[in-house]
């Protein structure tokens, strides 16, 4: 009789895919809000998106557990420094935050995939796309998750990103205006809730702009 290893993992993917888009004066975040684990569905209407300051949004994928820890470590820390400083972090220094976060915990990280969309000090929209031990870089448009490469190579397409290594540097936001940015979030998630069993249900999309922050919902494939 063949001896059987018990393997446990202290992860799991929870899958789900996150998108975030900056325009000149806005940005927006999206992501589905079906959370799986193998071929089982734990729920069809969970929210990837945390409102972390007034023009600060993050959205997660892969480990909820570890993405809510984050959540709950960034919000303490948020905390602090409007004690200290009596005003809300900014966008690029939330950033610089949850990188710090992460990289702290690089020997057991976080499994967590983040991208955080916002408003600089410049009202200029932001979006930060991070790897899961805090490496990050600001650009235009960026996206995490299980469905990421099925929309990464069509955001490419339609917004091709100057790249960073041309001189003199080039604006990282995208020219589209609010309601194409919008737009194209929802056509990509209708194109990759064809193909990922892991996106689906419904769609989230947090918009920031001058106004403040707003919701709007889309339905999503439930098969």
């Known amino acids: 009789m063949t001896k059987q290893q018990a393997n446990w993992s202290p992860y799991d993917n929870n899958g789900g895919t996150c998108v975030a888009i900056a325009g000149a004066n806005y940005c927006v975040i999206a992501a589905d809000t079906r959370m799986s684990t193998g071929y089982s569905i734990l729920t069809r209407d969970y929210s990837k998106i945390c409102k972390l300051a007034d023009k600060s949004v993050m959205a997660s994928s892969g480990f909820q557990a570890d993405v809510r820890a984050l959540q709950k470590v960034l919000a303490a820390r948020h905390l602090i420094y409007q004690h200290q ?38 009202g200029k ?94 339905e999503l494939r439930k098969d």
């Open 85 to 122: 400083h009596n005003k809300q972090m900014s966008c690029p220094a939330m950033a610089q935050l949850l990188s710090n976060t992460l990289y702290y915990k690089r020997f057991f990280p976080y499994y967590a995939f983040n991208v955080l969309g916002g408003l600089d000090n410049e």
């Open 125 to 218: 929209g932001c979006v930060f796309t991070y790897d899961a031990v805090g490496s990050y870089e600001r650009v235009g448009y960026s996206s995490q998750g299980s469905g990421f490469t099925l929309i990464m190579p069509f955001l490419d397409n339609q917004l091709k990103s100057p790249s960073p290594l041309l001189l003199p540097a080039k604006d990282a936001v995208t020219p589209l205006s609010e309601p194409e940015a919008i737009d194209l979030v929802k056509t990509c998630f209708a194109s990759a809730t064809e193909r990922d069993i892991y996106t689906g249900d419904k769609l989230e999309i947090v918009v920031l702009n001058a106004d403040g922050i707003r919701s709007e919902y889309m």
